[in-house]
């Protein structure tokens, strides 16, 4: 089992930055992937970034903007997410997950094994 816990979120006035932090704990040396997905009220979760947590190899969605970056520290056992240049279409509760599990879709919500509970962010206009 890998415990995940989310910290960071918080209310910004657009064009803000806000780094989220996702903090691994348990069997996390069995971790192949941790990625960030987010949800909307009213809209399906969707994917923000990934990273596989050996080589560091990020991924993002094809429309991404560049304005969120994914890393990681290792000794941590943490992933983090840095979001710059936000606007309030970026309000949403954004969700830490991992997958042990290689061969899958890094950017597909049912590839991963394990979420974290999920932390807010709002963006105010």
């Known amino acids: 089992q890998v415990q995940l816990v989310e910290s960071g979120g918080g209310l910004v006035q657009a064009g803000g930055s806000l780094r989220l932090s996702c903090a691994a704990s348990?069997?996390?040396?069995?971790?192949?992937?941790m990625a960030w997905f987010r949800q909307a009220p009213g809209k399906e979760r969707e994917f923000v970034a990934a990273?596989?947590?050996?080589?560091?190899?990020?991924y993002y969605p094809d429309s991404a903007e560049g304005r969120f970056i994914i890393s990681r520290d290792s000794a941590k056992n943490t992933v983090y997410l840095q979001m710059n240049s936000l606007n309030p279409e970026d309000t949403a509760l954004y969700y830490c997950?991992?997958?042990?599990?290689?061969?899958?879709?890094?950017?597909?919500?049912?590839?991963?094994?394990?979420w974290g509970q999920g932390t807010q962010v709002t963006v105010s206009s």
């Open positions: 348990g069997r996390t040396f069995s971790i192949y992937n």
């Open positions: 990273i596989h947590w050996s080589s560091g190899t990020t």
């Open positions: 997950a991992a997958t042990w599990r290689g061969g899958y879709s890094s950017r597909q919500a049912g590839s991963y094994d394990y």
